[in-house]
């Protein structure tokens, strides 16, 4: 396939209510969508999932911008593409800005899997036709609204409750969902709040039968959490610390982490995703799918990664009800008992909804081979 148009949009949505994390609050989701056109027609679109403040990574909405049409796009625009995996590789001269080289990869596998008459998961080698999904709550100091938060999200079935942490607001908060749900699979997220000075605080969450606590230590740390974690009982599952496998195969060899969260963008795509699924699958670590409050475009690329074997833990990959009081697909992604139901159109199998797309557009840029 050769690529010959690129259409960018710079997106802004509200999300239904806000989500604050160890770093900040999130109420608008600025973002880029990119919607790539090969020269029979076909169409495929990506999103990049960077934030429009550098907090959760180094990445922003300006900085994917810059890096597609300044440096990424150029190495693809016009060229014969045989099959996505090799767009990682026209990619490898740029450093980094993994979430920028993914908005374009996660087009080209859209793009591929239609052109090819093949569901995305289809063509990733997924077969899970159900994918199990969590749920990620935000940081809420008030106790009782919190605790109302998760029992709702557990009545609409979620399989797990993941609760953002931070100094101040863990223990006693974590002690208080397990009184109120005993039995519900849970699990805390630090986002990089805690050093290896909390090691006794960190200790005490082991009381409370947590799947898993997520990236405790530094951002980009994967020694101390190796420390870390041989004083937990409490498995460490690593997210912002692990940007491709070459990451992943260290931590684990460490003994850092003993559960990966993969999350797209921040390993570069599809391609990077599935060879960090499938070391991690040798390894007998488990994985599971991130979310970076995605529209349903990324939402879609994220449920037919999960589709793979190795994603036995519930995802971050919540219905779109749960951000938008409107997504931008067609249908939108929707739980059920905790499951989204693979879709089986072609590509990432939801339509991207142009009238509700134009709605939350900003700026539309294009770009043509030469
Ligand atoms: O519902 C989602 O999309 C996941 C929400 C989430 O936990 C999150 C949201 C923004 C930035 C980082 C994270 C994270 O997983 O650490
Ligand atoms: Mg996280």
């Known amino acids: 396939m ?5 259409t960018m949009r710079k997106m802004k949505m509200s999300l239904k209510d806000p989500f604050t994390t160890s770093f900040g609050t999130f109420q608008d989701k600025d973002f880029l969508l990119l919607e790539a056109k090969d020269e029979l027609g076909n169409t495929g679109w990506g999103e990049s999932v960077a934030f429009h403040s550098p907090w959760y990574s180094e990445e922003t909405l300006e900085t994917n911008l810059h890096m597609i049409k300044d440096f990424l796009l150029p190495l693809v625009l016009g060229k014969e593409i045989g099959h996505p995996d090799e767009v990682n590789e026209l990619f490898s001269a740029i450093r980094r800005n993994n979430m920028a080289k993914s908005t374009i990869e996660g087009a080209i596998w859209d793009l591929y899997a239609k052109r090819n008459k093949l569901t995305l998961a289809e063509a ?3 077969k899970q036709e159900k994918i199990e999904v969590g749920i990620s709550i935000g940081i809420d100091e008030d106790m009782d609204r919190l605790v109302e938060t998760v029992r709702g999200f557990i009545e609409e079935g979620y399989k797990r409750i993941k609760v953002k942490i931070k100094p101040g607001f863990d223990v006693e908060v974590m002690r208080e969902l397990r009184r109120n749900f005993p039995d519900v699979p849970m699990m805390a997220d630090a986002n990089s709040a805690y050093t290896l000075e909390d090691v006794d605080l960190l200790k005490q969450l082991d009381e409370f039968n947590l799947t898993m606590i997520e990236q405790p230590l530094a951002s980009d740390d994967i020694i101390d959490h190796a420390t870390l974690q041989k004083q937990l009982e409490t498995p460490i599952c690593l997210d912002e610390s692990i940007h491709s496998l070459e990451d992943t195969r260290k931590a684990v060899e460490l003994g850092s982490t003993k559960i990966i969260n993969i999350k797209i963008g921040r390993v570069g795509g599809l391609t990077e995703s599935k060879k960090i699924h499938d070391y ?3 390894h007998g670590i488990p994985v599971w799918c991130g979310g970076m409050l995605e529209s349903g475009i990324g939402r879609a690329h994220n449920v037919a990664l999960t589709t793979l074997p190795n994603f036995i833990l519930p995802g971050d990959t919540a219905g779109s ?3 938008w009081e409107q997504d931008i697909i067609s249908p939108e992604v929707i739980v059920e008992d905790g499951y989204i139901t ?6 990432i199998g939801y339509e991207p909804d142009l009238e509700a797309i134009d709605q939350f557009t900003v700026e539309t840029m294009h770009f043509k081979a030469e």
């Open 2 to 6: 050769i690529i010959k148009e690129v």
């Open 124 to 126: 990733l080698g997924g």
């Open 280 to 282: 991690c699958m040798e």
């Open 321 to 323: 009800s749960r951000y």
């Open 342 to 347: 693979v879709p089986t159109g072609y590509g």
